[in-house]
């Protein structure tokens, strides 16, 4: 029980701290709900790995993958918001899931498993994480400044189309890999939430990063050890333990206002 | 016109939006040190043709710049400054350059207190925040400055300072200004050529010569009255 407590902390808090992380963009991107509706998406392919027996979260990346390209297809066709297109394409994917999602799987595909996790899979989205870390790191100015003024953003060299297509990606990544601690129906408050904590404790850009990625790693490592002492399934706890973080920055703000 | 003179060429421009034409066979060239204005009625396609020209927009016909870097001020309504994530003066700033003394110099000149490097990027009223916005353009000495409706929404004092400020950069640099405003006493006081615009060029050259009351008439309607400026 210790060691699946220790595997779950690690790969929860690289989850967290990389979806905080990420989540501090969705503010300006204005794709707050992006998140739960890529979560949805992920559901067939968290459905098939169920049922067939593999990796949850590939099962996941391999719809998901499918779901960002057709909207981004949308996106260029029908210069409709992102989100817009993703309740599109997410409503579609949850009803399919539904479809031939075995009952006794359900709670796990919704509500995420971190008790069957090896020591492999920790290694591997530790690195994944990284990786992700990097590569929003090197776009993260551009987009900020792109949500500030997408032509500002232009004419100083940006390249938005690409920009977006990469967070998209990263964010779809980012959803594959947090839907094996929060499931399918949570993902959003895994990037949203953390980002909200931020912006009521930062005054600026560097603290509201660091922040937001510290803050979605203590809801991970709080909602994980709150697993080993109760049993609940981890998912609800640490969103539970991200909204607590939440409403306890609503009043270190007003304290220090 | 000498063809070392000239920053910018626009041949046969035509610029479209789903099908409606915005912009129609357009030709103008202009030189080095001008301050052009761009007048015209809502409509008339002022946005758009700065926004081709910084070839933000896909349009048919030549755009030929002569210039290095190309600054540009868009309109307030296309600058986001609320439901962004917190941003401080010095980080917006930072995007730039990461020279504190160039940005602080630059701050100084467009009359900023370097103070408000530590307040939030929506925290500015519109003519403090327009005043930071030339600065953030102006600091990697570009050789064109282009500014949409630099003015709309600062009351009149305010406007007075900010075109003070663009004949300052504009006289000590050399900088060529293309501006796009609804106001015509600019046009008299700071212009050096002007473009009259409503879809395609209605008037183009100086403005004593060209700005004349049946020239506005013909671009703004017969609402339009006409107040001789003189200079002195």
Known sequence: MLETILLALIIGCAIGAVAGYMGSLMLTKRMALMGGALGHLTLPGVALALLYDFDVSLGALLFLTGGVAIIWLLEQKTRLHPEALTAVVFSGALATAFLFLPEEKTEIALLGDISQISPATVLITVLICMGLFGVIKSIYAPLVLSGISADLAQTNGANIKRNDAIYLICIAITVAIGVRIVGGLMTAALLAIPACTAKNLSNGLEQYTVISSIAGAIACALGILAFGVTGISAGPLIIIASVVLFLASIFFRDKGR | ?232
């Open chain 2, 1 to 232: 016109m000498n063809d070392n003179n000239k920053v910018l060429e626009v041949n046969d421009l035509r610029v479209a939006y789903n099908g409606t034409t915005v912009i129609e066979g357009l030709s103008f060239a202009v030189k080095r040190r001008d301050i052009l204005v761009i007048l015209g009625p809502n409509g008339a396609g002022k946005t758009t043709l700065l926004r081709s020209l910084l070839n933000l927009l896909p349009y048919q016909g030549d755009i030929t710049w002569h210039a290095g870097k190309i600054g540009y001020v868009p309109p307030q309504e296309l600058l986001r400054r609320q439901d962004i994530p917190p941003l401080k003066l010095s980080e917006f700033f930072a995007f730039k350059t990461s020279d504190r003394e160039k940005i602080e110099a630059m701050l100084c000149a467009v009359g900023l207190d370097v103070r408000c490097l530590q307040r939030q990027f929506n925290e500015l009223s519109t003519g403090q925040f327009q005043r930071m916005m030339i600065a953030w353009s102006l600091l990697d000495n570009p050789d064109v400055l282009i500014l949409d409706e630099p003015t709309s929404g600062i009351d009149i004092g305010g406007e007075e300072t900010i075109y003070s400020l663009l004949q300052k950069f504009w006289q000590k640099q050399n900088l060529t200004i293309l501006l796009v405003t609804h106001d015509l006493h600019v046009v008299w006081e700071y212009a050096t050529q002007v473009l009259c615009l409503n879809r395609q060029e209605m008037c183009m050259g100086e403005p004593d010569e060209v700005l004349t009351p049946e020239q506005l008439k013909r671009l703004y309607g017969s609402g339009i009255k006409f107040y001789q400026h003189r200079h002195g």
